[in-house]
Every structure is written in C-alpha cells, then in structure tokens.
C-alpha cells in the first residue's frame, strides 16, 4: 500500500504542467519515502507467512492508518509553505481520513500541486474506507457492517460476487460517481481543475476546497443542488450499489438506514428554512433559503465538510442543531463519518424493547433489522462504541480546554474530529475559520482524533489496552 500511495504522489506533478507544480521536488522525495518504506516491508516479509489472525489484523490496521497519515503529510511538510510537523501531519491526516478540516490559509492563491494532492488523499481516504469497513471490520467484529454479513455471504450462496469481484464492483462504482461528478461540476461552471477536485472530495465526503469560501466562491444554487446530492451518493452503503448492478433491483431503498437517512435530510433542511424565514426580518429568499440550508445539512450530516455561508449565524436554534446534526453521520458502508444512522435506530429499538418489558414482562421479544434478527453481541458492541465514544469526546474536550480555549471551540473541536465532519462551531474553527490559530499541542490531539473517529473508536482502544498485548 506504501508503494501504491508513493504513485499517487506522482499524479499532482504529472496532471499538471511543470509551471503548475513548483513543489514537483516535495513530491519526488515524498513518493521515494514512501516506495522505499514500501519496498523495504516486502522484502522484510515476502517469505513469512501471514497470519490472519484477529489480533495481528488489529494491529495492521490501526499501524496502517496511523503510518499513511504522516507519509500523507510528508508533501506539505517538504514544501514551501513553511508548516510545522505538526501542522502538516494535521492536514495529511484531515486529507486520509476524510475530515476536511485544514489550517491552511489563502487557498485561492496556493499553489495547484497541493490543492491537487490534498483533493487525491481524500479520494484515497474514501475508497480506503469502504474496503475497510465492507472487508476489514467485520472480521474484527467492529463496525456496522457486522449487521450485513449474513447478506455478503448470500451473495456468495447465489454466486454472487465474491470478496475479489466485489472489490472491482466497488472500485467501479466509487470511480464511476467520481466521473460523473466531475464531468457535471465541469458542465456548471467550474474550471476543469476545481470540477475535479469538488469532483474527487464531495464522492469522498471529504469537504476539501480548492477556495477559502468553499462552496461559497462559485455562488450558484445548481452547483450547490449538485453537490448535495454527490455528498448523499457518498453517504449511502456502496456495496448496495454493487448489488443494484448484479440484479438485485431496489435493494437500497428497502434498507433501513437509507430510507431515514433520507427522511432526515428532508425534513431538517425544511424545518430549519422555515426557522430562518421567521427569525430573519426582511429580503429572505425562501428558495434561495432553501437550497442554502439542504446543501449545509447535508454537508454536515453526510460529514464532507463544505460550507457555503457561515452557518453558525443562522440563529440559538441553528446553531444548536447544527451541533447534534454533527454526531449522525451517513450509513455504514459509506465514505461518510459520524456514529452512523444505524446505531440510532438500534438505540430506538431497544428502547423500544426496554418499555415494552416493562408492560410485559413475561413476554418474549426478538429484535429485527432490515429483516434480520439482531444478536446481543451487536447491541452490546453498540452500547460499547457509544460509551467509548463520549468518553473520548470528554477527554478531548477536557485536553483542549486545558490549552485555554473556550468551550465551544473546545467541544465543538472535538466532536468534529471524532465524527470526521471538518468545521466545527465557534469564530475559530467554525465554516468561516481554519484550525491554524490553535496551539501546536492541539493539532496532534485533534489528529489522533480523527485516525480514533475513522477507525471506529473501538479498534483503536484495543490495541492500546495492555490485555491486548499480554498473551
């Protein structure tokens, strides 16, 4: 994966003219890190056999992740931008993960290479995070895609594809809505360059703009119409495009977590414009309104990242719901981040089950999703993720209030890094700031929380407890 990434290095130079990549020597030594590093683990192990066992895949890929971050990083640190380690590491891993929070300023005017790469690493990041989720985390018993793997091996009794077919059917599809994107950004009005990299980031969920403004610089209602819907694309579960493609028609509008995802993304985005129009006093446009709202809610649910206004001024009532809107997240088996639609209608069918118990409590109650029965084992990893998951969210909070920042940058900070959302709330780091006035220390909390959201939480606490390493 190291040599592959170190190929990727190469494309923001080979894309562009000589004239456009004046950080072309950044790259060249960036790529040859990392095919080296690369080159080095293949030779070290090519003789070894691979042990696939739990415990050694925890621990692939955590390392993993953490590894290609800083790699990641290594172009905006050797170019001429002048960052700290930590402040390139904070971008590298922001890019990966598919945060979309920067501390980068002056993009307008910044060099095309490195807007091109960071574009590139949220691409990575996305299509890294479907193949970790749909392969990776179910066999480690992490992750929600644990509740559809009674369906891959379905596919697999209708000879449907297997893991390696179901890679390409991936890669097809992730590649195909890219194009797609990109060819319809190209065709609105954007310049070929930033149609590709809005292309590349709103699949990805990733938020990365080629403009200080975002979405905000191109002022046009059908690019931002546009954009929300590749974000709710990037949202869905794509190995249930896979199975629309082998014939199983409809399958993604049966599943749960799809058809609330898209009752919440059309009745917030309605209510809230509804609440603007009444607390604004004159000159509102309900339309323009409208798509203003849908196109921010869906950034911030689907956690890309864009913006095109500063939404935190929108009123007490926005700004709040703005804050819970930031812990949903899209659905498993997306690129998106946050705690997934899932777990919340878990949550509501145990509660569910909860109060019916306490009107029956002799009866005997089974538990179903999506038309399978749900195991005790999922809903105690559920109740463990939420539990590790605020607890980490307490201890960011706490490390950045420690570093004298207020609550709400403090709060809001690390909620946004835990969900991979981008901007959080507040005048720092909110949709009209960049993470860069903040202290050096806090770039390298904020960073290991975003590798933490990415990863699940859960895995990551695994491999730092120590009953993991005593046998």
């Not at 990041?125 to 480690?140: E, Q």
């Not at 999922?378 to 207020?406: E, P």
């Amino acid at each position: 994966m190291f040599i592959l990434l170190s190929i990727f290095m190469t494309l923001p130079v080979l894309l562009l003219a000589t004239s456009e990549a004046p950080n072309a020597m950044a790259f060249a030594e960036s790529a040859a890190i990392c095919f080296g590093i690369g080159l080095l683990g293949i030779l070290t192990t090519y003789r070894q056999a691979r042990d696939l066992k739990p415990r050694f895949m925890f621990v692939l890929t955590v390392s993993s992740w953490f590894i290609i971050a800083l790699l990641s990083s290594l172009p905006f640190y050797l170019s001429d931008l002048g960052l700290t380690l930590g402040e390139a590491f904070f971008e590298g891993t922001s890019g990966i993960t598919t945060t979309g929070a920067t501390v980068l300023i002056g993009l307008d005017s910044m060099d095309q290479d490195l807007l091109l790469w960071r574009s590139i690493l949220q691409w990575i990041g996305g299509i890294g995070i479907i193949g970790m989720f749909v392969a990776v985390m179910p066999f480690l018993r992490v992750g929600g895609m644990r509740l559809f793997a009674t369906e891959s091996s379905e596919w697999t009794d209708k000879a449907l594809p297997r893991m390696k077919t179901l890679s390409r059917g991936l890669l097809f599809v992730y590649v195909g809505f890219t194009v797609i994107a990109v060819t319809t950004y190209s065709f609105s009005g954007m310049s070929l360059f930033d149609a590709f990299n809005h292309g590349l980031t709103s699949i990805a969920t990733g938020g990365f703009s080629t403009s200080d403004m975002s979405m905000g610089k191109f002022d046009s209602n059908l690019i931002l119409l546009q954009a929300t819907f590749f974000m709710m694309i990037g949202s869905l579960p794509f190995f249930l495009f896979v199975r629309e493609l082998h014939g199983q028609h409809g399958v993604l509008f049966r599943d749960q977590q799809v058809r609330l995802f898209l009752l919440i993304l059309l009745v917030i985005p309605a209510l809230l414009t509804l609440y603007r129009w009444y607390v604004t006093p004159s000159g509102f446009d309900p339309i323009d309104g409208y798509v203003s709202t849908l196109f921010n809610v869906t950034s911030v649910v689907t956690t890309t990242g864009y913006a095109s206004e500063d939404y935190s001024t929108w009123g007490p009532l926005a700004f709040v719901l703005f804050f819970f809107l930031m812990f949903v997240g899209g659905c498993s088996g997306s690129t998106a981040g946050g705690m997934k639609i899932f777990r919340f209608q878990l949550s509501l069918i145990v509660l569910r089950e909860q109060l019916m118990r306490l009107l029956h409590p002799r009866a005997v109650f089974t538990r179903n999703y999506n038309g399978r029965a749900v195991s005790d084992e999922i809903i105690s990893s559920m109740i463990a993720y939420t539990f590790i998951f605020l607890l980490c969210l307490l201890l960011i909070t706490i490390a950045l209030a420690a570093m004298q920042l207020d609550f709400i940058t403090s709060l809001s900070g690390a909620l946004t890094v835990l969900t991979n959302v981008g901007p959080a709330l507040g005048d720092t780091i909110g949709p009209a700031g960049t993470f860069a006035p903040l202290p050096e220390a806090a770039k390298w909390v904020l960073s290991v929380g975003m590798l933490m959201g990415r990863l699940e939480i859960l895995s990551v606490v695994i491999v730092l407890s120590p009953a993991f390493w005593r046998s």
